[in-house]
């Protein structure tokens, strides 16, 4: 089983700021990740596929990087409706699929 | 409009069942593999389910297998899950979700908003 794992846990950061947020995979995924935003109360929004790729309909203010086993998600000027979880999946080696525990950003 | 719209859950007792049903409309569902996730409380998102589109082959997580049968209805644009044999830690939303239709990308591009299970005597 590929292991996932995100950093940092929590990140305090203010509108505006940019921020990356990291996913390691414990081997090689090659670029087959996805990123997921998941805002409270709500259920995951599919962000990214393909490392780098975004999805219809979301802003250019994410992009995503990396291959192998480390990928990184960057928002580049944080809204307030950025602030929410965010998981990483890998899709090259299942199953199972496998996710991040995530990485909570939170307004400063 | 692509929609996912999940229902069955409930409160249930340690070593009960429950089916949870999730009916999907705006596409055509038999193109589609479809996953079930779930997401304990406070917790991230745990991968219990996958049902392959043309030929209805099913995987499970080791958390669920032998307890747990994904299974679909393409005329009722239906999928499910039944769970037998229920335990405290099952307690969780559970989400249905669709897998990208292209061969060999097996990420979720739409999410149903889920359904509560509570495994609690």
């Known amino acids: 089983e590929i292991v996932m794992t995100q950093s940092p846990a929590t990140l305090s950061v203010s509108p505006g700021e940019r921020v990356t947020l990291s996913c390691r995979a414990s081997?090689?995924?090659?670029?087959?990740l996805a990123w997921y935003q998941q805002r409270r109360g709500q259920a995951p929004r599919f962000l990214i596929y393909?490392?780098?790729t975004r999805a219809t309909g979301i802003p250019a203010r994410f992009s995503g990087s990396g291959s192998g086993t480390e990928f990184t998600l960057t928002i580049s000027s944080l809204q307030s409706e950025d602030f929410a979880v965010y998981y990483c999946?890998?899709?090259?080696?299942?199953?199972?699929?496998?996710f991040g525990q995530g990485t909570r950003l939170e307004i400063k | 409009e692509v929609q996912l719209v999940e229902s069955g859950g409930g409160l249930v007792q340690p070593g009960g069942s429950l089916r949870l049903s999730c009916v999907v409309s705006?596409?055509?569902?038999?193109?589609?593999?479809m996953n079930w996730v779930r997401q304990a409380p406070g917790k991230g998102l745990e991968w219990l389910s996958y049902?392959?589109?043309?030929?209805?082959?099913?995987y499970y997580a080791d958390s669920v297998k032998g307890r747990f049968t994904i299974s679909r209805d393409i005329a009722k644009n239906s999928l499910y899950l039944q769970m037998n044999s229920l335990r405290a830690e099952d307690t969780a939303v559970y989400y249905c979700?669709?897998?990208?239709?292209?061969?060999?990308?097996?990420?979720?591009?739409?999410w149903g908003k889920g359904t509560t299970v509570t495994v609690s005597s």
């Open positions: 705006g596409f055509t569902f038999s193109s589609y593999s």
């Open positions: 979700a669709r897998i990208s239709p292209e061969i060999g990308y097996y990420y979720m591009d739409v």
């Open positions: 049902i392959m589109r043309s030929t209805s082959t099913t």
């Open positions: 999946q890998q899709y090259n080696n299942w199953p199972p699929i496998t």
């Open positions: 393909d490392a780098s």
């Open positions: 081997q090689s995924v090659s670029n087959k």
